[in-house]
């Protein structure tokens, strides 16, 4: 069964649609949820920076969790250079997408050691490893979801649960529909292979990493080549 944090957003509303025809999928979004989905899902409000928000959520959902897998999708980006950046927003990014993703992981690892069983993916960018100016708090806490996994990947291997990381470029979808065009055809020009990743890649990554049994505390990256720059 997937837990799926962001499952409101641009690439998470997709791979709820491309996912649950294969997967049971519960929902976690902290915004408005959907009316309705495609597919089988259910959706929860849960403040994933809030452990008493996720301790509630536990409670609703607990006895029908088994054969968990764990996508830590939820994400906010707050533009700002290091010199500017408010203390506020440096923490609303830190807390959604570092802290947010270890909460989740800490809730849900006692009943995946029990089970003998898990996967975690969490979802971290390749503006952490190009450092791009304006986004010092992003990325930061995506970076930091790269020393998360190896460790959490160290400390349950022994309980056959696997964490990886999936390490994101630029995609049609999401957080890239709220840039100008100008600033969306200047990433373009920047991606060896010329184009924005197509959602459906991102969904046939995950499925690999959620399948395979032999890989945990590794980054998959996919960004169209941009390390090759």
Not at 31 to 45: F, I, Q, R
Not at 60 to 77: P, R, W, Y
Not at 111 to 133: A, E
């Amino acid at each position: 069964m997937i837990v799926m944090t962001g499952a409101s957003g641009g690439l998470g509303s997709y791979l709820v649609r491309s996912l649950s025809c294969d997967y049971p999928i519960i929902a976690i979004d902290h915004g408005n949820l959907p009316e309705s989905v495609t597919g089988d899902a259910e959706y929860y409000k849960v403040d994933i920076t809030d452990s008493e928000s996720i301790k509630a959520f536990m409670s609703k959902v607990e006895g029908k969790l088994e054969h968990i897998q764990l996508l830590n999708m939820a994400g906010v980006s707050l533009d700002g250079t290091a010199h500017r950046l408010s203390e506020q927003s440096w923490r609303s990014s830190i807390d959604t997408n570092l802290t947010g993703s270890f909460l989740m992981a800490r809730a849900l690892l006692p009943l995946m050691r029990q089970q003998s069983y898990g996967r975690i993916i969490n979802f971290s960018s390749v503006v952490g490893k190009l450092g791009v100016p304006g986004a010092v708090a992003y990325a930061a806490s995506k970076t930091g979801l790269d020393g998360l996994t190896r460790v959490l990947a160290i400390e349950n291997a022994g309980k056959n649960i696997l964490v990886n990381n999936l390490s994101l470029g630029y995609f049609n979808a999401g957080m890239m529909h709220t840039l100008p065009a100008d600033m969306q055809s200047s990433i373009r020009s920047k991606i060896p292979l010329g184009k924005l990743g197509d959602p459906k890649d991102v969904a046939l990554a995950v499925r690999f990493l959620l399948e395979c049994d032999y890989i945990t505390g590794t980054t998959l990256h996919l960004n169209g080549g941009l390390y090759g720059l």
